[in-house]
Each structure stands twice: as structure tokens, then as C-alpha cells.
């Protein structure tokens, strides 16, 4: 009881030694990595092969993008448990950033994480302040030298309380991805299950200008579009860091939600604009009796 009274007198005393600036700093990084951590979490599709979404696919798309290929085409091979350890750090990171727990070491953790996820996805990213991992990672850098100040001290305590305090950090990371789990997200707009091995959707269902949203067989999402002359079909999964691009239709355009990449539907998937440079992938489609069917 006394000790954990000590511990909340701690956590208070933290924030009421902090500026105003450090206090609102610390709080958002905080509240951002438990986010991520907890949106990871939810994602049934995350850990699971096939699925969209799966931290595996993710693994290899930045292995096509990325300074470091190599890395991350390694990371591929053990995708699950890289996936496990994301979700791991990234709750252990903003938990000890908001309970003041190891706090310069998780702002050099959280520096490190933004430093590996700009390298994984948004190297490339042009201008760039595009990227927001290079702004998460300069927020971390000034984070964690405010707490450096002039000392030259390791926080992590390896005496008993020490121990207890990680210990606990650790189980509290655990909790949280395992209650993250039984929140499962039910997707809004599941893509329409293919029939057999590779009907889509019965042609009589899209009218001419319409489009259709599916899923290819190892889950990640398409889309398709049907015109007068016919059907042709593209991944959904943008190129510059695998969010899920939808069709404008005043723009006749595929665009990306996540940082404004646009996608030319009627030339072959082309870059409209950045800050990709490459192409949608093309997926081929035809008519086949009443359906349309992957070929």
C-alpha cells in the first residue's frame, strides 16, 4: 500500500515538475503510442497471415521501398513476432512515457521507433514534411534530451523497485494487447467474399460506372470498375505506405486518405499525384458467363 502510494506520488510529481510545453509534448507522444499500440491490437487482420493488413505483407512492401531492403525482407521471414513485439514496445513506450517509468529510455525508444518507421515507409517521401515519422521523431529527440538535461545516468533503477516497476510496465503492456484483443474492429465495408477459387461479383451486380470492392486471395483489398468496353480491376493498397485507397468519383480518381497520394484509374493506375511514384498494381479481371472472375 505504502509503495503504492509512493509510486503515485511519483507519477504526480512528474507532471507538476514539467513545464506547461513538456506536459502537453508528453501527453501526445503518450497517448499516441498507446494508440498505436491499441489500433495494432484491435486489427484482427494484423498477426493474422492472409488477412488484410497482415504485419507480413506490410514487412515486404517495405522492403520494396525502404534504404535498408534487406532488413526488413529478413523481418518478413518472422513477421508474427515482429508484429507481437510492435504492439509490445509501442503500449510499453507510451505507458512508461505517461507513468514516468524509465522515461528517458522510452524517449529514446519512441526516437528509435519513428527512426525505423521513416526508414521503413516514408524515406522516399517528397518534400518531407510529408513524412510524419521525421516529425515523431524530432518530438522524441527534443523529449528525450529535456530529460537528459546535463545528467549522465542511466534511469533504469536494477535495484528491487527498479525490477518491480519494469515488471510491472511489462505485464501492463501485456494486458493491454491481450484486452486489444477482444475488441476485435469489424470492418464497415468487408470486401464480397470470392465464390469458389475466383469469381468476384455477378456482373449483373455493378452497373456500367460503377466499381466493387474485394478482396484478392491473400486478403489484402481491390477494387474494381466496370465500364462500356469492359472490367479491370487494381490493388487498393497504396504504394507509398499500404493504406487503403478509395474511389473519387467527382475526380475520377483512387485516392488515398493517409497522406494525399491520387491514383489515375483510366491510365493504368498512374501517379496523379505524390507522394508515391509508383503505379497502382494492376489485377487481372475478366467476364466470364454472369461472372467476373479473377484470371
Same mark, same amino acid.
Request: some cysteine.
Given at each position: ?90 503500449? &510499453? #513506450?507510451?505507458?512508461? @512515457? *505517461?507513468?514516468?517509468? /524509465?522515461?528517458?529510455? +522510452?524517449?529514446? $525508444? ?52 527498479? &525490477? #518491480?516497476?519494469?515488471? @510491472? *510496465?511489462?505485464?501492463? /503492456?501485456?494486458?493491454? +494487447?491481450?484486452? $486489444?484483443?477482444?475488441f476485435a474492429k469489424v470492418s464497415?465495408?468487408?470486401?464480397t467474399t470470392v465464390s469458389g ?5 455477378k456482373l449483373a451486380k455493378i ?31 497504396? @504504394? ?56
Amino acid at each position: 500500500m505504502a509503495y503504492r502510494r509512493m509510486t503515485q506520488k511519483g507519477i504526480a510529481d512528474s507532471w507538476r515538475a514539467q513545464s506547461w510545453a513538456i506536459r502537453v509534448l508528453r501527453t501526445w507522444l503518450s497517448f499516441t503510442w498507446i494508440y498505436a499500440g491499441w489500433d495494432k491490437a484491435t486489427d484482427p487482420g494484423f498477426l493474422t497471415k492472409g488477412a488484410t493488413g497482415f504485419i507480413g505483407d506490410q514487412l515486404i512492401g517495405f522492403s520494396t521501398n525502404s534504404p535498408v531492403s534487406w532488413l526488413f525482407n529478413n523481418l518478413s521471414e518472422h513477421a508474427i513476432a515482429v508484429g507481437i513485439f510492435v504492439i509490445f514496445s509501442e503500449f &510499453a #513506450i507510451g505507458l512508461a @512515457t *505517461l507513468l514516468w517509468i /524509465a522515461p528517458t529510455t +522510452a524517449a529514446f $525508444g519512441g526516437f528509435i521507433t519513428s527512426i525505423i518507421l521513416w526508414l521503413a515507409s516514408t524515406f522516399y517521401v517528397s518534400p518531407f514534411f510529408l513524412a510524419s515519422n521525421t516529425a515523431y521523431a524530432v518530438l522524441w529527440l527534443v523529449y528525450f534530451l529535456t530529460l537528459v538535461g546535463n545528467r549522465r545516468t542511466v534511469d533504469v533503477a536494477l535495484d528491487r523497485r527498479g &525490477a #518491480i516497476r519494469i515488471g @510491472t *510496465l511489462s505485464v501492463a /503492456a501485456i494486458a493491454s +494487447a491481450l484486452v $486489444g484483443k477482444t475488441f476485435a474492429k469489424v470492418s464497415e465495408n468487408s470486401a464480397t467474399t470470392v465464390s469458389g477459387s475466383s469469381q468476384i461479383i455477378k456482373l449483373a451486380k455493378i452497373k456500367v460506372g460503377e466499381t466493387h470492392q474485394f478482396a484478392l486471395s491473400n486478403g489484402m483489398p481491390a477494387i474494381l470498375f466496370r465500364t462500356k468496353t469492359g472490367v479491370f480491376a487494381y490493388s487498393a493498397t497504396c @504504394t507509398h505506405q499500404g493504406c487503403t485507397v478509395a474511389y473519387e468519383s467527382t475526380k475520377k480518381s483512387l485516392y488515398c486518405p493517409c497522406h494525399g497520394a491520387e491514383f489515375d484509374p483510366f491510365k493504368n493506375g498512374g501517379v496523379i499525384a505524390g507522394p508515391t511514384r509508383d503505379a497502382l498494381p494492376t489485377v487481372k479481371v475478366k467476364i466470364t458467363g454472369d461472372w467476373v472472375v479473377l484470371v
